[in-house]
T-cell receptor, first 115, second 113 residues
Framework: DADVTQTPRNRITKTGKRIMLECSQT?????MYWYRQDPGLGLRLIYY???????NKGEISDGYSVSRQAQAKFSLSLESAIPNQTALYFC??????????????FGPGTRLTVL | AQSVTQLGSHVSVSEGALVLLRCNYS??????LFWYVQYPNQGLQLLLK??????LVKGINGFEAEFKKSETSFHLTKPSAHMSDAAEYFC???????????FGTGTKLQVIP
């Protein structure tokens, strides 16, 4: 099955460390997104990319950076992790063509803990 | 600008009872509306969506939602709750063709045997 995968699934790190979260998809979708989920706050958009050369900041991009290495790969980096970046992170994809273009498909999530 | 408000962060129902999860939206253009479900330790999956046309939308697992423009609402219902419906449910809105989606804060549904 075409899928969205995230690595790692769980990560514990220390304040100040650089962390990279990776997302890969086999759906052939052109658009990819990074969200973080915090209890009571729902999902908030960090960055999104409509194609390899188009990357945009979301509502909470401070402290994060991204790289779209290929259509199928979208990585999220925390240059210097801090405890309030402890959260569940989701990658999502969507297809700009066809009738399902406004539906997003989510990966299983990465649980990040910053000590 | 667009936003979503989900009323009630936690809802409890008895098995077999009606499920009603409330969602109100704000959008400056005709919206696309979604309900997603998140089971424990999993990502979100689409339950149903409204884009255009029929305002009563049927989704998976017996859920449905009705788009009411006059009330700016998109409430999720299911006639009879099952234990497997216990999960967190997110309402979401998208305005315009570039697909930026805004999610609500979620409602955790507990089903009591």
């Amino acid at each position: 099955d075409a899928d969205v995968t995230q690595t790692p699934r769980n990560r514990i790190t220390k304040t100040g460390k650089r962390i990279m979260l990776e997302c890969s998809q086999t759906k052939g979708h052109d658009r990819m997104y990074w969200y973080r989920q915090d209890p009571g706050l729902g999902l908030r958009l960090i960055y999104y990319s409509f194609d390899v050369k188009d990357i945009n900041k979301g509502e909470i991009s401070d402290g994060y950076s991204v790289s779209r290495q290929a259509q199928a790969k979208f990585s999220l980096s925390l240059e210097s992790a801090i405890p309030n970046q402890t959260a569940l992170y989701f990658c999502a994809t969507s297809d700009s063509s066809g009738l399902r273009y406004n539906e997003q498909f989510f990966g299983p999530g990465t649980r990040l803990t910053v000590l | 600008a667009q936003s979503v408000t989900q009323l009630g962060s936690h809802v409890s129902v008895s098995e077999g009872a009606l499920v009603l999860l409330r969602c109100n939206y704000s959008s400056s253009v005709p919206p696309y509306l979604f309900w997603y479900v998140q089971y424990p330790n999993q990502g979100l999956q689409l339950l149903l969506k409204y884009t255009t046309g029929a305002t009563l939308v049927k989704g998976i697992n017996g859920f449905e939602a009705e788009f009411k423009k006059s009330e700016t609402s998109f409430h999720l219902t299911k006639p009879s709750a099952h234990m497997s419906d216990a999960a967190e449910y997110f309402c979401a809105v998208s305005s315009g063709g570039y697909q930026k989606v805004t999610f609500g804060t979620g409602t955790k549904l507990q089903v009591i045997p």
